[in-house]
C-alpha cells in the first residue's frame, strides 16, 4: 500500500469530535505505535524508549502511563491505530517502524505533539521543515538508513573484493526507496560495480526477489534498511546463507541473527533518545523547536562464523574496525 492510500484511509478521522471522551487521567498517557511486533515487557527497544524517559523523570505506573500499538507487520492498521490514539487524547504520540507511521499520525492530528524515530530523511519524507527547526507538531530521531548506501557498498567490496555485480534488495512500499536506490546505484559506478534492483514487500516477494538475484548472478547483496526487511531478517538471513551470497544489511540485529556484516546506526540509541524527547515534550517543550536528532555514531558489526561458512577471509583491519565481532 502507497503512502497516499495510507494517509487516503485516514478519510474524516481528523474532524472526529475529541471533547465527548472521559476526563483526562491523573497522569499523562503516551501512545506508543509501531509497525512491527511488541512485546513491552522485554523488548530492548521499548526498554531503551523507557530509559530515555527516565532521564527525564518519568516512570511508567508511576507518573505517566503507556498505550502500546502494534501492527504485527500489518501496516494497513496504522490508520485505526492512530486514530484510536487520538480520540483517546494521549499527551504525546510516540511513532517508530520508518517514516510511514510519523506520515498517518501528522495526517490524523496537528495537535497532538509527535515524536518519531525513522531511518529515511524527514525533510525529503516532509515530516519536518528543516532539521533545526521541525515547525508544526513533529520531531524525533533519524537513523539515515539510506544515505550510508555507498559506505556499505565500500564494505562488501572489502568483504568480498572480487564481486563485480551487487544485487540491491529494496521494498516498493517504502516513499523514500527510489531516490535512496538511486543514490546507492550512483555510488555502486563510481567504484566500478554494477548493480541489480530486486523488490520485495511481502515474504513470497523475498524469497523470489533471491531466486532473481542466483539468476542475475549477483555475488553480493545490499539490504535496503527498510522496517518490513528489519521485521523478516530471519527470512533475509537465511536465504543469504543458503544462496552463499555475502551480504550487508544496517542494523546489527541481522548480524546477530547470522547475517554477515552491518553498518549503522544503534536503534536501541534512537529509541533511548525519543523516550528522553517524550519527557520533555511532556515537561512542556515544543516540538516545533526541538531539532532532529542524527546520529554521530554508526556501528560496524561482522559474524566471523558467517564469513567462514561463505568461505571469506575478513582482513584484520576490517576486524580491528569492528565495533562487533560475532565469533
Given at each position: 500500500?502507497?503512502?497516499?492510500?495510507?494517509?487516503?484511509?485516514?478519510?474524516?478521522?481528523?474532524?472526529?469530535?475529541?471533547?465527548?471522551?472521559?476526563?483526562a487521567p491523573s497522569m499523562p498517557t503516551i501512545g506508543y505505535i509501531r509497525s512491527g511486533t511488541?512485546?513491552?515487557?522485554?523488548?530492548?527497544?521499548?526498554?531503551?524508549?523507557?530509559?530515555?524517559?527516565?532521564?527525564?523523570?518519568?516512570?511508567?505506573?508511576?507518573?505517566?502511563?503507556?498505550?502500546?500499538?502494534?501492527?504485527?507487520?500489518?501496516?494497513?492498521?496504522?490508520?485505526?491505530?492512530?486514530?484510536?490514539?487520538?480520540?483517546?487524547?494521549?499527551?504525546?504520540?510516540?511513532?517508530?517502524?520508518?517514516?510511514?507511521?510519523?506520515?498517518?499520525?501528522?495526517?490524523?492530528?496537528?495537535?497532538?505533539?509527535?515524536?518519531?524515530?525513522?531511518?529515511?530523511?524527514?525533510?525529503?519524507?516532509?515530516?519536518?521543515?528543516?532539521?533545526?527547526?521541525?515547525?508544526?507538531?513533529?520531531?524525533?530521531?533519524?537513523?539515515?538508513?539510506?544515505?550510508?548506501?555507498?559506505?556499505?557498498?565500500?564494505?562488501?567490496?572489502?568483504?568480498?573484493?572480487?564481486?563485480?555485480?551487487?544485487?540491491?534488495?529494496?521494498?516498493?512500499?517504502?516513499?523514500?526507496?527510489?531516490?535512496?536506490?538511486?543514490?546507492?546505484?550512483?555510488?555502486?559506478?563510481?567504484?566500478?560495480?554494477?548493480?541489480?534492483?530486486?523488490?520485495?514487500?511481502?515474504?513470497?516477494?523475498?524469497?523470489?526477489?533471491?531466486?532473481?538475484?542466483?539468476?542475475?548472478?549477483?555475488?553480493?547483496?545490499?539490504?535496503?534498511?527498510?522496517?518490513?526487511?528489519?521485521?523478516?531478517?530471519?527470512?533475509?538471513?537465511?536465504?543469504?546463507?543458503?544462496?552463499?551470497?555475502?551480504?550487508?544489511?544496517?542494523?546489527?540485529?541481522?548480524?546477530?541473527?547470522?547475517?554477515?556484516?552491518?553498518?549503522?546506526?544503534?536503534?536501541?540509541?534512537?529509541?533511548?533518545?525519543?523516550?528522553?524527547?517524550?519527557?520533555?515534550?511532556?515537561?512542556?517543550?515544543?516540538?516545533?523547536?526541538?531539532?532532529?536528532?542524527?546520529?554521530?555514531?554508526?556501528?560496524?558489526?561482522?559474524?566471523?562464523?558467517?564469513?567462514?561458512?561463505?568461505?571469506?577471509?575478513?582482513?584484520?583491519?576490517?576486524?580491528?574496525?569492528?565495533?562487533?565481532?560475532?565469533?
Open positions: 500500500m502507497r503512502r497516499r492510500e495510507f494517509i487516503g484511509l485516514l478519510g474524516g478521522a481528523t474532524v472526529w469530535p475529541l471533547a465527548a471522551h472521559a476526563q511488541l512485546t513491552p515487557s522485554d523488548d530492548p527497544f521499548t526498554i531503551a524508549f523507557r530509559e530515555g524517559l527516565a532521564e527525564t523523570g518519568f516512570t511508567e505506573g508511576r507518573n505517566v502511563a503507556i498505550e502500546y500499538r502494534s501492527t504485527e507487520g500489518y501496516l494497513e492498521r496504522l490508520p485505526k491505530l492512530t486514530v484510536d490514539l487520538v480520540r483517546r487524547q494521549v499527551a504525546v504520540m510516540f511513532v517508530a517502524g520508518g517514516d510511514m507511521p510519523a506520515l498517518v499520525a501528522k495526517g490524523a492530528t496537528r495537535s497532538i505533539p509527535i515524536v518519531f524515530t525513522t531511518t529515511a530523511d524527514p525533510v525529503r519524507s516532509g515530516l519536518v521543515d528543516s532539521l533545526n527547526r521541525p515547525g508544526a507538531n513533529a520531531t524525533g530521531v533519524t537513523t539515515l538508513a539510506g544515505p550510508l548506501g555507498a559506505k556499505r557498498l565500500e564494505l562488501l567490496r572489502e568483504v568480498a573484493p572480487k564481486t563485480t555485480t551487487v544485487g540491491l534488495l529494496v521494498n516498493p512500499n517504502n516513499t523514500n526507496s527510489e531516490p535512496e536506490t538511486a543514490d546507492i546505484q550512483a555510488g555502486a559506478r563510481t567504484i566500478g560495480l554494477k548493480t541489480h534492483t530486486v523488490e520485495a514487500s511481502n515474504g513470497e516477494e523475498i524469497a523470489r526477489a533471491f531466486a532473481k538475484l542466483a539468476e542475475l548472478k549477483a555475488g553480493a547483496l545490499l539490504v535496503y534498511g527498510d522496517p518490513f526487511f528489519f521485521l523478516r531478517r530471519s527470512q533475509i538471513v537465511m536465504l543469504a546463507a543458503q544462496a552463499a551470497v555475502p551480504t550487508i544489511y544496517n542494523a546489527r540485529e541481522f548480524v546477530q541473527d547470522g547475517g554477515l556484516i552491518s553498518y549503522g546506526a544503534s536503534f536501541t540509541v534512537a529509541f533511548r533518545q525519543c523516550g528522553n524527547y517524550v519527557g520533555r515534550i511532556l515537561k512542556g517543550e515544543k516540538p516545533a523547536d526541538i531539532p532532529v536528532l542524527q546520529p554521530t555514531k554508526f556501528e560496524l558489526a561482522v559474524n566471523i562464523r558467517t564469513a567462514k561458512t561463505l568461505g571469506l577471509d575478513l582482513a584484520p583491519s576490517l576486524l580491528a574496525r569492528a565495533d562487533e565481532v560475532i565469533e
